[in-house]
């Protein structure tokens, strides 16, 4: 039986010591530790943000220390050598100006400084690489041990200025020498990992490491970030009085790297049992506007982000000038492994919404973007939700005008049928996922129309997608017919 006695939330808290010190809830991951130290010495782990990804690198950073007491009760701690203490060399970009050119640099300096003043070693070098590797071959000497690597968001230089492209690539560029270091101090050094949130492809930023272990997709560590269903039940026990253990499932469970477990973004969950209300937590904290303009840029509907499908090298490439939108969603955590088939001994992945949070808020996202009229946007949205609980077809058949008479007019005068027609129905879809509601979409025929089905109340409604051209003044004009049908 678990400890039923409740204990702090660590809401952000991204410190091992603090959270084992001041009797906060923790999720024991040490497992996944010695696992990885057993397996090999260089490994590489991509997460959507608040995954805790910062927080296991601290256990990382603890455990090399050999802060033994902060391990008592854990997992790894009886099988694992207390009387060595290696040296760490952690570096951390998640906080700067990294769309500044030349910052990136400053940064890295004043970090590895820092940890050479902390160890007693006067810096030679002016710059990163060199300082960098002097630093790990003179603490490995000076110790006696040699030394753990471990760098948190790694990417984050690149993905802050993915909007100065330029800036972008010289960040990426001056990473790859600096953690070609790494591989090229192989001698003096006994671990390393690196996490964020992208997979920059091999050619790029890795080329220099190619001796990293990749286990993203490694259904050994799915479960090495975010909390299990068995988490919730045991560790969090006592927090779950007053909630309805089916709706937390239903809200926020469903991200998945292959396992067996599909996990929990922890942030949501701790927010929950804060709060007892349930709400887009994680969504909230990061705002989609580079993603939204991809998917709209790149004509991806709304309609197809349920039912995406990408090779394992597509989910695990990622570079300033080359994104495809499977892997941004997968990566930023707003698409997740939904199943896996092989096809000539490659493996593909189906990618759909993890859970409620995602589907809906993803979805209001994007009709912000695409109708432009927030005042107009809340009203259409309430009136959808009470017409369809009072079954009202007319008053549907109005506000169906209302979507798209909300569609900015410039956007269809400028477009083909074709891109209209996905347009439209990527309006008329989003309205009906931002409410929350249970929704299937299928493609009837190769000719564009789309069947979306909505069940809501015990009915069960049928909506048909048909853009019909209408001739007028040599120009062709869209005319969007839209039949439903109700089902009880």
Known sequence: MHNMTKRRLPIGIQTFRKIREESYYYVDKTAHIQRLIDEGSHF???????????????????????NEPLFEGLHIHDYWDWQIRYPVVRLSFGKGNFKEAEYLHANVMAQ??????EAGIAPRYDTAPECFSDLIRVLHRQVGQRVAVLIDEYDKPILD?????????ANRDFLRGLYATIKDSDAHVKFTFLTGVSKFSKVHIFSGLNNLIDITLDPDYSAICGYTETDLDTVFAPELPGLDRE????????????GQE?????????????RHSFDAYWFETGTPTFLIETLFNRRVSSLKLDEM??????????????????????????????GEENLGGKSFYRLGYPNREVRQ????????YLVKDSTRLMANSVQLYRLLEANDFAGMETLFHAFYASIPYDWYTNNDIANFEGYYASVFYSYFAGLGLNITVEDSSSHGRVDMTVHFNDNIYLFEFKVVELASEGAAMAQLQVWTSLFT
Do not use: C, M
């Open 44 to 66: 590489f782990l991509s997460r959507p943000r608040r995954f805790g990804k910062s927080l296991f690198l601290d256990t990382l950073k603890e455990l090399f220390e050999g």
């Open 112 to 117: 590895l400084h820092t940890i050479a003043e």
């Open 161 to 169: 200025a993915l909007e100065v492209p330029e800036v972008a690539r």
């Open 262 to 274: 599909k996990v929990y973004n922890p942030f949501d969950i701790l927010l929950l049992f804060r």
């Open 361 to 368: 808020s993803l979805n209001e996202s994007l009709l912000d």
């Open 247 to 258: 709706e937390i499932r239903d809200w926020y469970n469903g991200y998945s790297w292959r």
């Open 309 to 338: 499908i990408g090779s394992s090298d597509l989910l695990s490439t990622f570079d300033v000038d080359d994104i495809a939108p499977e892997a941004l969603l997968f990566q930023t955590g707003y698409l997740t492994i939904t």
